[in-house]
């Protein structure tokens, strides 16, 4: 296996010096052959980071097996009579099976393509985020205007946005990279641009993928070397502005006040009453779980269960165990995200450096709100738990997003293996 460095190489032959031997022979170590350039000829398994992929599918799999568990007694509820007990398993292993398809077309653009393409992306996301809000158009559940539906399943645009916001924002970096030391150069377009996605969001409204989306968005420009003063000040606006969302709406308000004393007897009956819950699942699991398919909250206490608050369902049922084990798998793909980006940074691929490290972003940050959720950490906030909530789009859009960092690695071995990239 070739060896990953974190510290960015000068130039593409120094990166080779660093990562072969100085006495470098006709064969390399285990007898495979070496290139006239000095690159290390990879074997077929060498071709894509196996514990990457291994890590993802894993994380998929549980998640399959959790939204069974956690609907398998949806149907006794009114609002799902007359469902099937496999209904929610089977419309899951058909998002996940569709999005395992679309990935695979995904992988196969070069990244070269996927930048010249990144501002139209961006400028599609936003005509889908404003169609949602069209009456009629736009599909209406618990009072949020999310989804658009295509018959075979819905889409919510706001996960495509959080795709297209990566791709945009490491293409704007690329292009705006010579002038990272000037506000309105760089600063400025870019939060326009932001404040824009942000109101069309909070019309539905999903705060939750805003904060994701907003984070995702300025930590690439932090990545890509943007003014540090600047980069924490626009913290501080940021900041500022959403403490304000949250003290002029009364809805938002009274979640944060349900959130700080969740054991109250109006809180725990009301605005608490998720996290209560929630806290209730975790308890019950204690270390080792209650048994898969054991839970007790999924039997109609925890509300959605199979989406928002999937851990939670994980903690009753699989304990301390299995949610350290679900929280390591997310830590291990996010590291890879960071570490194959490093690794297109040593080659000097700035943009596909940018979108790796930028999905990591996306995805740990998006494990982190949820995770801290379900434990009570953070205020309840909509967001699902990437990879293994039920949910279509944020399947397909998490699937396509790792896609494109394994076409970043696939890129990159191609480069050090000193072959043309296909």
Sequence with gaps: MLKWFKRPARSEATYTQNLIPAAVSSMGAGGQSVGSRGFRILSAQDSLDQGFIWAILALLCLGLVMVYSATVALPDANRYSGY?????????????????????????????????????????????????????????????????????????????????????????????????????????PMVIAMFLVGMLLLLEPDMGAFIVIVTAVFGILFLAGINARVFFGVLVMLSTAFAALIAFSSYRRARLLAYLDPWSGDNAMNKAYQLSHSLIAFGRGEIWGVGLGG???????????????????????????????????????????????????????????????????????????????????????????????????????????????????????????????S
């Design 84 to 188: 099937e007990t496999t209904y929610f398993l089977v419309r899951h292993a058909f998002s996940i099976g569709f999005a395992f398809v679309v990935s695979f077309f995904v992988f196969q653009i070069p990244m070269k393509t996927w930048q010249q393409l990144s501002p139209l992306i961006f400028l599609c996301c936003l005509v889908l985020l404003m169609i949602v809000l069209i009456p009629g158009i736009g599909r209406d559940v618990n009072g949020s205007r999310r989804w658009l539906s295509l018959y075979l399943m819905n889409i919510q645009p706001s996960e495509l946005a959080k795709v297209a916001a990566v791709l945009y924002a490491a293409d704007y970096a690329v292009r705006k990279q010579q002038y990272m030391q000037r506000i309105g150069k760089v600063l400025i």
């Design 295 to 421: 839970s007790i909250e999924k039997l109609h206490y925890l509300p959605e269960a199979h989406t928002d608050f999937l851990l939670a369902v994980v903690g009753e049922e699989l304990g301390f165990v299995g949610v350290t084990v679900v929280i390591l798998l997310f830590g291990y793909v996010v590291k890879k995200c960071f570490s194959i980006g490093a690794q297109a940074a040593a080659l000097e691929k700035t943009y596909s450096a940018l979108v790796a490290k930028g999905m990591g972003i996306w995805l740990g940050v998006q494990c982190f709100i949820n995770a801290g959720v379900n434990l009570g950490v953070l205020p309840t906030k909509g967001l699902t738990l990437p990879l293994m909530s039920y949910g279509g789009s944020a399947i397909l859009m998490n699937c396509v997003g790792l896609a494109l960092v394994l076409r970043v690695d696939y890129e990159n071995r191609c480069m050090m293996q000193g072959k043309a990239v």
